[in-house]
């Protein structure tokens, strides 16, 4: 077994052309995704992340620290949240990746990156 993570990648202006019964079904799907994928045993964790216009880079260069407003890359894609899963193999990790709500929506995406460490986590 092999622990993936699963990005997925978000679009506000995607988002913003969706209708209110399409970002409830996204919604719910997510939930419907977590139930699948914890009777199968291959859930670990979810995050969902906050506006990337909250965000900020941190540095350090020749011991001076420089904390800088907003995402590290500017791009029409942010991160807006992750699932950690355990499959058998990549193939699966793709099959389950590919139950995700938003990897059907014109615009969004959802990357499948294997993990290859992890500490201080239960993962």
């Known amino acids: 077994?092999?622990?993936?993570?699963?990005?997925m990648h978000t679009s506000p202006a995607v988002m913003e052309k969706l209708s209110e019964a399409e970002l409830n079904e996204i919604m719910s799907g997510h939930g419907a995704f977590q139930e699948k994928i914890k009777e199968t045993g291959e859930f670990v964790s979810t995050h969902a992340l906050g506006d990337p216009s909250n965000s900020a880079v941190v540095s350090v260069a020749d011991g001076t620290t420089t904390v800088k407003n907003g995402p590290a890359t500017v791009s029409e894609l942010g991160i807006?949240?992750?699932?950690?899963?355990?499959?058998?193999s990549k193939d699966r990790a793709y099959e389950?990746?590919?139950?995700?709500?938003?990897?059907?929506?014109?615009?969004?995406?959802?990357?499948?990156?294997?993990?290859?460490?992890?500490?201080?986590?239960?993962?």
């Open 96 to 123: 389950v990746a590919a139950l995700i709500p938003d990897a059907k929506i014109d615009g969004l995406a959802v990357e499948v990156r294997p993990i290859l460490f992890s500490a201080g986590a239960n993962l």
């Open 80 to 88: 807006g949240g992750y699932y950690i899963v355990e499959c058998e």
């Open 1 to 7: 077994m092999s622990k993936f993570m699963l990005i």
